[in-house]
């Protein structure tokens, strides 16, 4: 596994010679990114070795290096969820490759559903914690020393200074964020009324199928992270609604700009 990585990670040094100083997961609600960074090198990830292959047809996923408000960035454009039949080892090698690449910061999107009342559709919240609810640990099974701790601290899994300087960025922008607690399930079916109940009672402010396991990989080799999610649905025990992929989309689109503007204001003001 390690060589793997090294090998991936030196195949992508080779390419883009420098030390990103983010990696940006384009998750849903933060696509459009891509096309505000001065691009130097797009790599395909069926060109890259040992990269993992996206399921979605029509969405290859690809890495793009380049310059975004005078930071070095690499954007992961398409990520890879547990859902689709990737084990949890696929699902976080990109971000073993980040970390022996020199990248020190992650920066993560998502779309999710909110479960705490005060939250609307297309509103936004920064991560401040998250509750792990999949059923495979990313950590499980043989350690690798060479890259982290068997028993990882989890105190601080979203980076307080990033969340700052983000809240900052918004507050100035006049831009309404929100700070809580995600939860991640394995999906890939949306939440039933119970369950999102459940949720909730269990301390949750929103609820989604990815970046748990990337933030956990992350930290386990000292990363430092930071999350933003926008909620494209609200739900709970009491409401009975119908969530569709489309809505979710449309949502996300909405909130997009002003969430590209705060990671933007973010990646330009962290040191
Ligand atoms: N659950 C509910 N709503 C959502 C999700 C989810 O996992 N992702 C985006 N909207």
Do not use: W
Request: proline letters at 5%; a negative charge; one cysteine or more.
């Amino acid at each position: 596994m390690l060589e793997k990585i090294k090998q991936t990670a030196e195949f992508i040094q080779n390419i883009i010679q420098e030390t990103p100083d983010f990696a940006i997961v384009l998750g849903s609600g933060l696509g459009k990114l891509q096309e505000e960074v001065g691009a130097i090198h797009t790599l395909e990830y069926h060109e890259i070795p040992n990269f993992p292959q996206t399921t979605v047809v029509g969405h290859g996923g690809k890495l793009i290096y380049g310059i975004l408000e005078g930071k070095k960035v690499l954007m992961m454009s398409g990520r890879f969820h547990y859902y689709e039949g990737h084990s949890m080892e696929t699902v976080t090698f990109p971000f073993r490759v980040f970390k022996l690449l020199g990248i020190q910061n992650l920066i993560v999107s998502n779309a999710s559903g909110g479960v705490n009342p005060n939250f609307r559709v297309a509103d936004i919240m920064i991560i401040e914690d998250h509750i792990n609810m999949m059923p495979e640990h990313p950590l499980r099974g043989k350690n690798i020393d060479e890259l982290g701790p068997r028993f990882v601290d989890m105190s601080e899994p979203y980076n307080r200074k990033m969340i700052a300087v983000a809240e900052e960025v918004a507050k100035n922008l006049e831009i309404k964020v929100h700070k809580g607690c995600y939860v991640a399930l394995q999906g890939p079916t949306f939440e039933t009324p119970a369950e999102y109940g459940m949720v909730r009672a269990i301390g949750g402010d929103a609820v989604g199928m990815s970046t748990v396991p990337e933030v956990i990989v992350a930290k386990h080799m000292g990363m430092d992270c930071f999350g933003i999610s926008i909620i494209t649905d609200v739900g709970g025990p009491e409401i009975a609604f119908t969530v569709s992929h489309e809505e979710v989309l449309q949502a996300a689109n909405k909130a997009m700009p002003n969430v590209i503007k705060i990671v933007k204001g973010l990646v330009k003001n962290y040191q």
